[in-house]
Nanobody, 124 residues
Framework: QVQLVESGGRLVQAGGSLTLSCAAS????????MGWFRQAPGKEREFVAAIGRRGSATYYADSVKGRFTISRDNAKNTVYLQMNSLKPEDTAVYYCAADSRTTVSQTPRAYGYWGQGTQVTVSS
């Protein structure tokens, strides 16, 4: 089992920046592909970004490409999401998730472990 705890969400103005963190505990962190997803009110949970187990492979949704950066520090058991040039449409609850398989997926159901989420609100 892996336990995930997100932090860093808050209210920010459009155009601003924010870094989310997700601390993992339990199993060996470097054995897991990590992903960030988000869910806005009334919408389905959607893929934001994912990173391979060693951190060399990263993937992004088109809507955040060029603005968001996912990274991980396996020594600290933490994955990060650096968000720049934030837009009101980025407002959502952001979740981190862990997948024990080797391939990186953009599908929420591929991830077996989830954090509780952190709220990001971008004001216009």
């Amino acid at each position: 089992q892996v336990q995930l705890v997100e932090s860093g969400g808050r209210l920010v103005q459009a155009g601003g920046s924010l870094t989310l963190s997700c601390a993992a505990s339990g199993r060996t962190f470097s054995n897991y592909v990590m992903g960030w997803f988000r869910q806005a009110p009334g919408k389905e949970r959607e893929f934001v970004a994912a990173i391979g187990r060693r951190g060399s492979a990263t993937y992004y949704a088109d809507s955040v490409k060029g603005r968001f950066t996912i990274s991980r520090d396996n020594a600290k058991n933490t994955v990060y999401l650096q968000m720049n040039s934030l837009k009101p449409e980025d407002t959502a609850v952001y979740y981190c998730a862990a997948d024990s398989r080797t391939t990186v997926s953009q599908t929420p159901r591929a991830y077996g472990y989830w954090g509780q989420g952190t709220q990001v609100t971008v004001s216009s």
